[in-house]
């Protein structure tokens, strides 16, 4: 079995914790704070240039949770209290808080965070979002 390559990087109390494997490329980090997340440079996470108010906002909205964060003194990132569903720019379907999903074949899933569903019919992992609207230039 190959090991999950976990990054960690530090803004004061805030530690940021990235699972590139579970990354659908949204591009939802990039596009709100592209003074932090530079994808063309290392380290791409570069927390020093925001507030750690704002990293906290942009990395609950990641919809695979490839991104989360632990506050020193706090377990784990809290979740979603509130229902929200946002549509992404030529991007999935983001829904944010808790949901029980019953899937095509009877199976159910809770889901505590953000949610990213496919728009553009080409993810090879339906109903969920994997990134396939990249590769096939979705406008939407």
Not at 36 to 45: A, G, L, Q, R, T
Request: a neutral charge; glycine letters at 4%.
């Amino acid at each position: 079995m190959e090991k999950e390559i976990v990054k960690h990087y530090e803004k004061e109390d805030l530690t940021i914790v990235w699972k590139p494997k579970r990354c659908i490329h949204s591009e939802i980090c990039w596009k709100t704070l592209p003074e932090v997340y530079k994808p063309n440079e290392k380290p791409w996470i570069q927390p020093e240039h925001a507030t750690v108010a704002a990293l906290k906002s942009q990395i609950e909205k990641c919809p695979s949770a490839a991104l989360t964060y632990i506050t020193k003194g706090e377990e784990k990132m809290e979740e979603t209290k509130m229902t929200e569903c946002t549509i992404v720019e030529n991007g999935p379907l983001l829904v944010t808080g808790t949901l029980q999903v019953t899937l095509a074949n009877g199976e159910v899933e809770t889901k505590k965070r953000s949610t990213a569903f496919c728009r553009c019919g080409a993810s090879e992992n339906k109903p969920y979002c994997d990134g396939a609207h990249n590769k096939i230039d979705f406008k939407g």
